[in-house]
């Protein structure tokens, strides 16, 4: 029998915001788990900025961010600069330079920065599963229960009567993209069907049992932990 697995969150998707997400919340110390369901990560990140990426803006603000709590991008902005992202760009060795109007892009080839979100996330521990769809969500009393044919090989139950045994944890994370050549594969999926997501509108949803969204990304100590 195997042993039963714990994440204190799931993150699905992989593109930009999936692997960034993971990375930041494992190196805070949660147990993260990543699923992909294409064999590919990072499509749209390879694409953007004409190959070179354009992955910040010097001048970005919430005033930037449609939203439809303002309060929400100041916050999170005020705790996440541009800079802080350019730090880390520096940090794997990625040259850039600034094309006009603050906007910087990769000197090289966009794939740099989809080799420094999976380098993240594998600094950060985080569990993959790819490629491996999602079959459905639900709530398991005060976890969310993620249910993929992965969870059956990992299944610490050899006997359940369920096909797709479902991992549990406090927080679930929907990063799965919006319209686009790569959404058009995740239209319909069962992962999105048992939700009444627009997928259009909303390209990320942090979803948490009884955990306030600060929890997944506040440092990881026992004298916080819930
Ligand atoms: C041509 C083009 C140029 C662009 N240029 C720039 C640019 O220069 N700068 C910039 O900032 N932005 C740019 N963008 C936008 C930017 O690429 C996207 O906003 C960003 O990459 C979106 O990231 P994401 O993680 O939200 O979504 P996505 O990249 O769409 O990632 C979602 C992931 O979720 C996976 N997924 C979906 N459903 C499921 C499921 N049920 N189970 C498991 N996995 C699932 C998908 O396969 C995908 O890997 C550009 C976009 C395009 C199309």
């Given amino acids: ?50 190959g070179r990426c354009n992955f910040t803006n010097l001048d970005a603000g919430p005033a930037n961010f449609l939203s439809g709590n303002p309060e929400f991008c100041r916050s999170a902005l005020a705790r996440f600069m541009p800079r802080d992202f350019i730090a880390i760009v ?40 790819q490629p491996c769809p999602v079959d459905g969500v639900t709530r398991d009393g005060e976890d969310f229960a993620v249910a993929t044919p992965k969870g059956s090989e990992n299944c610490a139950c050899p006997d359940s009567p369920s096909r797709n045994p479902a991992v549990p944890a406090p927080a679930m994370v929907s990063t799965t993209g919006v319209q686009s050549p790569a959404s058009a594969r995740t239209r319909g999926s069962r992962a999105q069907r048992h939700h009444t997501i627009d997928a259009s509108t909303i390209a990320i949803t942090v979803a948490m049992a009884s955990h306030l969204p600060a929890a997944l990304m506040s440092a990881h100590s026992p004298s916080n932990e819930e």
């Avoid at 006009?100 to 569990?127: W, Y």
């Fill in 1 to 50: 029998m195997r042993a039963p697995l714990h994440f204190d969150a799931i993150v699905i998707g992989a593109g930009a915001a999936g692997m960034f997400c993971a990375a930041l919340a494992g190196q805070r110390g949660r147990r993260v788990l990543l699923i992909e369901h294409y064999r590919i990560v990072g499509e749209k990140i390879r694409i953007s900025g004409g």
């Fill in 90 to 129: 520096e940090r794997h060795g990625i040259r850039w330079h600034e094309k006009k109007l603050g906007q910087l892009f990769c000197d090289g080839s966009s794939n740099q920065i989809i080799a420094m979100l999976r380098a993240e996330c594998e600094r950060a521990g985080v569990t993959w599963w």
